[in-house]
């Protein structure tokens, strides 16, 4: 399936799985501004440096930031009926040059816990499921069918924290991504919500069980 990306270029991010990629990746609008004071530019570098932000980096290659969830005031499925299926694999086959074709997914815990892992060659297996070696992690929030997945990941050199919404299906066989924003400091320029178009599909990939550690 080959799905189209607006506004943005997305490269998926991945685990070490053949190979570590940078997530989405955006077209950086910087406005016209004023020469600026050694003052403001040394509280930008500090945030850029990730200074400002205490980020725990565990054994197996995992960024985990201490105020994970920080945009989102309620976690897991509160409201309507549940939907995401906390024993499937949400994946999306992603189109590249050369008709290669590779998949990243998203994995869910009834807490609100959410991992995503990707850039595989291969339909992942629950081996990759229970797999947390470099993934992204996050929260998540389901209500009435709306999603929001606030992810702490991969960005050009950085690791900032993103803010995804979109939609479930009524039946929990999929869910789409809409828009994204970044939420960090680090990215005032791109406060500002941008369209992004992405569907993760529902697969049965045999049985996993490891809990979120995060």
Known sequence: MKHKVLK?????PGAQRPERRP???????????RPLGPQFLLLVAL???GGCRSVHRTSDDRFIPADL???LSMRGQTSGPPLIRYDLLYVCQWSVENNRHFYCFYRFWPDGRVMRSGWFNHMPTWREADNFSGVDVGIYHVAD???QIEMFQQVDDNRETVLYSGEVLANGAAFTLNSMRYVDDARFWLKRSQEIAARYNAQDVGPFSRKADW
Request: no cysteine; charged share 30%.
């Open 8 to 12: 943005s270029r997305d490269t998926a």
């Open 23 to 33: 997530g989405w990746r955006d077209h950086e609008m910087r406005p016209t501004m």
């Open 47 to 49: 945030a850029l440096s």
């Open 69 to 71: 969830g920080k945009t």
């Open 145 to 147: 069918g709306q999603i």
